[in-house]
């Protein structure tokens, strides 16, 4: 061709070639096309048993030629697993001559001809797969077929490379393309760059990576795709031909190190073969390396011994820019060592020495690293070379002191094993593990020492004979044994054991006999004898014997009288064991009847080594059983058998002495013996000395759990005993004093707080304890110990007190110094995921997993709640214990919230938001949604904010602003799990996974970080102490560090370079390694691609809305404008790097928000009684600009109120001789009438009505309920026959808790809640107000006298009020008298009262006692208990008693006898008195009794109970009958069915609903416990014995209930979260389901089978599903049904489907726009639906730019029309023309879809959150909570 340009930078060759036409290109034998799941695109399939036969071939005429003359050939494709494959490329070389390059995994190696070059290929397994760990052993295990696992590869050639080395040609360009099967092939490409598919292009920039530097990312069109936080080299190979790294000797194409870098056009290797280089290899790469060379590299010497490291030093991590020198020539040490944290250099891997440089590690760096975490860390072992140090150039630019933390203490023990605890040779130190670190602690000072070079838990320790030499080894499927020189504490050797784990370890007494027990691969008993005698003169360590037994070892101890001799126990059986001509011998001990116990322990009599003869050693055996053996060891027999029984209980509790005789035994776990006593721990808690004859105990010491070993010290003057509850200590024989060295939580350390003044340290655990600890000598100094798990904690930063967050969401404040519960809150409803205070200690904030966050006053002892806000907080419970961040001057609380990608920050004195953050679109190039993780404040300047996010970064924001100032890529291997800023602002502090690491906070080193390791399990938290001394980090164990920086050093050089306001600001292209920083000052010169990109930032002007965009020179309105220095620039382009912010209105950071009334005057506290009326907590408030139609004009009118407002008191009046029935639910008052089930409705109020109340003619009501916005309470009059509201009154406060007549209808009696207790007396007649009285305490019901119109009484908290009314002319005066409840009932709340005829009345108490009261006198005088539970309800009826309470039971007393007791002058019980009073009948409801009332002779009423069910009860008939059902908590879902003879509803209790549509009344119910049912749907239509309902619940189940049985029919579980819709496709073949993840699994009705699992909605909540009969073609695709399913990320997808044919396919995809941020308190849902009568047209709402319906075409794609609304929609629903909305402000309107006409309904007293047309469009259910209208549609 005459130009090549057009082959730049890349040519697609089956793009230019048209391969799927195969004009240009041929095929041959079996090759297809399909759709590949990976890869989700369709790729080319080439099978066939032989792979000449089969193949593509590009292009079809072998005379033409391609003439692509790019120098690298890309070729994505994936071998077949267990098939061979072949790849021919014919390539012209500058003579013209055509050679072919082929590769494949026939090839056994290399071979090469003047025309032809044979290159074997090795196919690469899946990483940790079955085939990549065994091929490491096997020969030829990656030679040959493809593995199983073989993943999909990017291959590239280097085709001049390969061309001029192997033929010393010039390559041309590529001529032909030949691909024979076994393959799945995506597609191929050339080009002169050098592309890396791992990188994506966000990454290529950030990295300065180029096309004109010959290197970048891999094109769009051939990347492989990469799930959201996934790698792309955890699930597809990269192999590079040549590789970057060592060129072994032979040729072979293989994959290349993941980890390489891509270097730029200088650095490309030019056309000579290259000398071999020393490279750094990950682990797969290094065992497919390693046996290449064993196939190809002849073997020098037989190696029969265990590969042994003779030395290892001090711990390290070697530094980024350092591990490109090492190299390995070792793999199976390599692998022996990989998951060290050593550090490795060794010979190059080719036969020559270059020198052999050394790593340089500082002698005293116990845990310092430098440097990058993201390469593999490689382990350390000396050479014969000189040691080479770093220049002082090398040093100077890097993070100092060196290392900058050194661990201290840690408070922990334990981990895998609590059996192992040793003492030193002298008696002043202990030994014993903690995790992965072994710890030796000083007994006199606590002061520890550390041995660190485990990765895994330690699992055994022993010491030798003089402890000096220590052993340990370490738990996990690679078990490592290493070797300590005690007294240096540097490890002399470590060796692999070949056991999956290795329990048990001991010593001889010389150190020259190494003993361990293990398990082998498959899981027998393995015993392993090693010859250590080398040891500590660097000599290696070898196998003497090794034997596999079925017996079950639980402990072996090597003898300390003769290294040769071993002795072991176990599961029945005890053993000696012993070495002889390199083989390992045993012979059981004969048990005779005791063949059958479990020996726990095993240990030699102590004697003199030369004096006593071997025959003459007797062994000690402990058991389970309480049994302890002294075997002869000579006899191999039983000498003496006695047992530990429990203590006798005699006289007085008098404990006898021990004894050993027959009875159920103590288990004894451990036994110690010395010359003169000894020592066992028992299961029962005790350490107990004996003398040898165990004739008495001579002391004992008991533990809070089971002792799990004793040990006594060589000098027999102390014993150590450690229990299985991490508890460590000694006891002190010739004192008798015992001493607690070490506590420790039994599981990981969640969370912690530090108090700085008195040096604690409170931790909570997922052992369910919080303890406190003193941080200087490590005693633990309090335990509170709940039933519920504690989640996170928080010291008050003055106060001797702090607070506690639990998973169940109570959130606890103790008081330290007095152990005392100072405050419990139970406002939240998921865990507590964050605890914070204030730093002036004013304010306590709390957050839980289910969004909500609370504001307390922590000014006062109970912590008042201050403010309550839901759904503002990021959902789930990764971010905790430490999800909130409150600024130095607590003016800003931070968290995440209310998405995972927005951070929000918050007035930290209202909760009121500042700022929205979306970090997910900073990189606009990447893949995946980035999301945050931990905020943080930066203490010295409060205009910085820290984000850890999802994508391993470290963002700083400007607090102010939002910008964005600098990032920090790549922190740790795994994402930040914590992070925090020391007090100056000079330090960063970062946990990720099990390490913590250090960072200079301005980024300005070349070496910004130090690492430090210890930790075994990942870090939950860490942070600096509050005095800057010291760090603590958390996970599984308590970490103290201290830290040595400089806390003199000047700040004038340390200090942010970030500094807003009079600061003048650094330059704006400053570079550092792996950070990007942007500021205002104008570039001098273009940025390099490596600067972060600029996002542009659109501006819509919506004034409605109250939205503002700025751009980087504007000026924020309620923020000063701030002087940037002489270097200002006002080009609004200028290079700074945004997020997307949205600022809301920011007061100044010193104005008191707060309302001083609210925050210090405290509310009345709500008694404790079921009987007084709580209005349920509403975020909705009314619009009150609504106008409702004029009457006989409204489009719809309520023709039905399903349910019972159970929460109400008093709430259902029933006049049996007027007919009058009458009940409230929600804020509807609705009149019933029995005989025909109709109903009439009373409307005037609009929030939730507490109580009612009727006249004696039955012809005046009246109703309350809360005002609107906190006004006072509303009282509507009402007339009975008009139904009309007569008058409206207020007076109270808060709510109204009683309502009552007077007997003569003259008076009205009114009674305020506990937040306003008070009695307000109206006149009847007009009402007007006539006389008020405020009482101290609240008052919980209220009656008229039945005879005597002036009298009335009130009972409460304080007693009984006799009320009397005083009428002179016009004035009324009410005079009350109080009388404290008697004090035979104690203290006391009467909380009913009832009269009986004249002279008597009757209260209850919430303790269940009924008081009988003598009016005139005022005075009780009888008591009787009436019940278990408070009583909510009398009644009283001549000699007929009612009571209710809330233990469910509706009781019916006889109490005709009380008169008689009337006489007496003290009071009497019944019991006491003779007095019968007898139950006549009872009955157990549904619920608490809240509202009764029953005919003259109490033989039949209505009772209402908090199940919102009202019954019918008839005594005489013994009856009971449900006349009204409603739901108790929120209904989730309301259908009709298709006949519309029925609905189905569903509510959070678990519980599905069938109603007749005709007469309202529940069919059936089905009950799941312990769920919440989220949705339901009927099947579609079908006969009445096949009518089925799907419900779906919050355990991810579905279940499938069939009417006609009123049975469960099948239950399918596919989704593993809460289910959020649910609907049967069109015509009933399938089900479609939709769960709170994204993910929507469609499921067979008849098997319940999963049939396909949709993901494209992954990530955001599924808020609708719809399913429609249509033809899809007019579409363009095969189908017969259409359905929708919308997320809450604005996306709606459109699917055809037939699923006869298993066919459903993507119709369309929607995407809608929003602001960056909502000011509600949680985003309104996005709904779509298909339009009823064209179904090519969908309507769509969601939160958007403006408020609005909008109407897509399907077919045309575009919007065709949208319908503005005042406010978001929470539900919507259509029918024909009208389309129902409903919102949070309680508005249910009715639009008409073609003129946008429309009428609104204020009839709910909560938000809507259901409305649904039925089927014909005549009837619409609308639901708020749990109140749901049936509505008659009309039309408009």
Known sequence: MASKGWQHPYVNIFKHIRVEEWKRSAKEGDVSVYMDKTLKCQVFRIKGPVPSNSYILIPKNTKQSLGLTGRFFYLLFRPTPGKYFVVHLDVTVEEGQVVRVSFSNMFKEFKFSPTWLQFPFLCGAAKDSVYESTSRSARHGLVGPAPVSVRWTCLMLDLKYTLSVYLSRHYKHLKSIKLCANMAVKNMFTSDLLLDPGISFSEAKQMGLASSQGTGPIPREMSFPVPKGGSWHDLYDHIKFPSDGTKLPFDSIQKDNPHSRIGSASNQRSPVRQETCCVNLSKPVHDRVSLIQQITTPKLLPRKTTPVVSSIPDLGVVTTHQKDWLCDNDCQLQESLRSSSQQLTSRLACGTDYGGTDEYVHPDDDFSTHGEENEEELVWTPSSHPETLPSPKETKHQLLPDP?????????????????????????????????????????????????????????????????????????????????NYSKGNCLTMFRTHAHSLSCLSFSYGGGILCGVGKDSHNKTMVVVWNTRGVSEGGKVTILAKAHTDVDINTMKVAFFDDTRMVSCGRDNVRLWRVRNGTLRSCPVNLGEY????????????????????????????????????????RVAIKNVRRLLPAQQQHAERREKWTFSTGPGIAINSISVSSSFCATGSEDGFLRLWPLDFSAIILEAEHEGPVSTVLISFDSLQVLAATSTCNLGFLDVSSRGYNTLMRSHTDTVLGFSVDGIRRYLTTASSDGTVRIWNMDSLHQLYDFVSEDNPCSVAFHPHEQTFSCGFSSGIVRVFDISSSNLLAEHKQHRGEVIGLAFSSDGEFMYSADSQGSLVLYNASEEDHNVIRVACNVVAQGTERAPDALAVSRDSHFLAFVGPSEYIVTISNAQSLDELLHVDVSILDLESPRLDSALKVCFSPASTEHLLIATSANKILWLNTKTGRLLRQLSKVHKHQCSSLAVSEDSRFLLTAGHNAVKVWDYNMQLHINSQMFIGHSQPIRQVSFTPDQLGVVSVGDAIFLWDFLANPVESLADSCSCFK??????????????????????????????SSPPRLDISINQVAQEGLSVCEDNSVNPTTPVQDTGPGQSSDPRSAV?????????????????????????????????????????????????????????????????????????????????????????????????????????????????????????????????GGNNGSRSLICIWDIQSGTCRRSITYHKGAVQSLAFSRDDRFFLSVGDFSDPGLALWSSQNFQLLSTVNVSGPIHDAAFSPSAASQMACVGTHGVYFCFIHTQSSDVDLKVQRVTAPAEVGDVELTALCYHMDCFLFTGTNRGHVCAWDINMQRCFMIWEADDGEIGVLLCQGSRLLTGSSTRWLRLWEVEDVQKMKLENKVCCVEDSGTTVSVEQEIMLDGMTVSAAFDSTMDMGIVGTTAGTLWYINWSENTSIRLVSGHKTKVNDVVFSFDESHFATCSEDGSVRVWSTSSYELVVQFQ????????????????????????????????????????????????????????????????????????????????????????????????????????????????????????????????????????????????????????????????????????????????????????????KKQIIKTIALPHWATCISLSSQLISVGSKERVLKLVKSTSGRFQDFVQHSDALQTCHFSPSGMLLFSVAYNEILLWEVRGL
């Open 404 to 484: 900058i933390l050194r661990l201290s203490h840690i408070i922990g023990f334990g981990g895998a094993t609590t059996r192992y605890v040793l003492w030193t040779k002298s008696g002043d130190e202990v030994v014993y593990p903690c995790h992965a670190i072994i710890v030796s602690m000083k007994i006199s000072s606590n002061q520890q020492r550390f041995f660190v070079g485990h990765t895994d838990k330690v699992s055994a320790l022993a010491f030798n004979g003089n402890t000096t030499l220590l052993v340990s080894a370490q738990s996990g499927n690679n078990s490592v044994v290493r070797v300590w």
């Open 595 to 634: 063949h059958s116990i479990h020996f726990t322990d095993v240990t030699f009599e102590e004697g003199n080594f030369s004096e006593q003869h071997i025959d003459d050693r007797t062994l000690f055996a402990s058991s389970r059983s309480g049994h302890i053996f002294e075997i002869d060891y000579s």
């Open 1060 to 1089: 807003e306001g009079h600061t003048s600001q650094r330059k704006a292209d400053t570079e550092m390694s792996g950070v990007q920083m942007s500021n205002e000052v104008p570039r001098q010169t273009a940025p390099l691609p």
């Open 1137 to 1265: 790097s945004f997020l997307k912010v949205t600022v809301l209105d920011m007061p100044p950071v010193n104005t008191n928000c707060m309302d001083s009334v609210e925050t210090n005057q405290r509310k009345p506290a709500r008694p404790d009684c079921y009987r007084h009326f709580n209005l349920r907590f509403k975020t909705s408030f009314l619009d009150q600009t609504i106008v409702a139609p004029q009457p006989q004009e409204e489009g719809m009118k309520l023709k039905a109120v399903i349910g019972y407002n159970g929460n109400g008191r008093g709430n259902m009046v029933w006049s049996p001789d007027q007919g009058l029935f009458a009940y409230s639910c929600g804020c509807v008052v609705v009149v019933e009438y029995l005989h025909t089930g109709s109903q009439r409705h009373l409307q005037g109020h609009s929030e939730e009505i507490s109580c009612l109340a009727v006249t004696n003619d039955a012809q005046t009501m009246a109703s309350a309920a």
């Open 1568 to 1755: 799941v416990l312990n769920q919440a049912c989220g949705c339901v749907c009927w099947s579609p239509f079908s006969s009445k014995d096949t009518t089925c309902i799907a419900a779906g619940y919050s355990d991810g189940t579905l279940r499938i209930f069939r009417l006609a049985s009123a049975e469960m029919e099948m239950k399918l579980h596919p989704h593993h979260v809460a289910v959020t819709a649910i609907q049967y496709s069109a015509n009933g073949h399938v089900i479609l389901s939709a769960g709170k993840n994204g993910l929507v699994a469609i499921s067979s009705p008849l098997n319940g089978a999963t049939i396909r699992t949709i993901k494209d909605h992954k990530g955001a909540t599924i808020t609708t599903i719809q399913c429609v009969n249509e033809q899809c073609k007019k579409f363009g695709l095969e189908g017969n049904e259409m359905w929708l399913t919308a997320s809450a990320d604005r996306r709606v997808s459109v699917w055809a489907t037939d699923w006869s044919k298993e066919k459903c396919d993507l119709l369309d995809w929607l995407s809608f726009p929003a602001p960056a941020y909502f000011t509600g308190d949680s985003l309104p849902p996005s709904l779509a639906a298909f339009y009823p009568d064209n179904h090519g047209l969908l309507v769509y709402t969601g939160y958007g730019v403006e408020k609005n319906l909008t109407f897509y075409s399907l077919a």
